[in-house]
């Protein structure tokens, strides 16, 4: 690998961590999210439910998953290294940043992906290729929103 790739991973080395995580986490999520909305066609035509499931089970399985991910990546930020132990301080400040960063960005991606699902079983589409497309276009809206987030709270800063 050459210094310019090099000395661009060392400087974006959480970024690409941090986005790493989401897709991960986000491609878990959308194939339950897909799985969980034929399923649920199957039982109930209620276009609107089945958008509520589809971005429930999405949630339910992406939170959990990113979380565990991310803290995975970055838990050596938590450890004091004068004394070896978890530094909470650090840590509640950090969940603090990721909330505030998290909070606008899963409130668009949540109207954004149940609104495009709705659309989408209404003009007659599949209901496990409404909820791709829906979340595809959710996620490509809510990237932008979540990569800007981080960086106006300063999440990555370097003390």
Known sequence: MDTTKTGFFSKYKDYVLFNKNLIISGTSAFFA????????ALYDSN????????LATEYGVYIPFFAF???????????????GKRDSKKLR???????TAFSISE??????????????LQGGVEPYQ??????????AVFFACI?????????????
């Open 107 to 120: 409130i668009i991606f949540s109207i954004t992906r149940t609104s495009a699902h709705y659309q989408f």
């Open 69 to 83: 991910l991310f803290y995975r990546d970055n838990k050596h930020r938590y450890i004091d290294p004068l004394t």
């Open 93 to 99: 400040g950090d969940v603090k940043k990721l909330f």
């Open 33 to 40: 999210s897909a799985f969980v909305a034929h399923l649920y």
């Open 130 to 139: 409404a909820s791709m497309i829906g979340s595809l276009i959710a996620w």
């Open 47 to 54: 276009v609107l439910a089945n958008s509520i499931v589809a």
């Open 147 to 159: 990569n800007a987030g981080i960086k106006l709270v300063r999440l990555f800063k370097k003390s």
